[in-house]
Nanobody, 124 residues
Framework: QVQLVESGGGLVQAGGSLRLSCTAS????????MGWFRQAPGKEREFVGG????????AYADAVKGRFTISRDNAENTVYLQMNSLKPEDTAVYHC?????????????????WGQGTQVTVSS
């Protein structure tokens, strides 16, 4: 069992930056591939980015490429999402998720554990 807790959300103006954190329980964090998803009101949950257990591989949605960066610190059981050049359309609840085996980064059904989410609001 893995428990995930996100933090770092908030209100920011367009063009600003935020860094989200997701801290996991358990001693096998390095074995899990981690993903970030977001869900805006009335919309489906969408993939933002992912990182392999070792941190050597990453994947990003086209909408955030070049603006968002995922990293992880396995010693701290934490994965980060650095968000720069934020836009109003980035407004959503951001969730981190964990999976032992990654097939399709983009498919939320492939993830086994989810955090409760943290709200990010970008004002224009």
């Amino acid at each position: 069992q893995v428990q995930l807790v996100e933090s770092g959300g908030g209100l920011v103006q367009a063009g600003g930056s935020l860094r989200l954190s997701c801290t996991a329980s358990g001693r096998t964090f390095k074995n899990y591939h981690m993903g970030w998803f977001r869900q805006a009101p009335g919309k489906e949950r969408e993939f933002v980015g992912g990182i392999s257990g070792s941190g050597m591989s990453t994947a990003y949605a086209d909408a955030v490429k070049g603006r968002f960066t995922i990293s992880r610190d396995n010693a701290e059981n934490t994965v980060y999402l650095q968000m720069n050049s934020l836009k109003p359309e980035d407004t959503a609840v951001y969730h981190c998720a964990a999976t032992f085996i990654i097939g399709d980064w983009y498919d939320p059904k492939g993830y086994d554990y989810w955090g409760q989410g943290t709200q990010v609001t970008v004002s224009s």
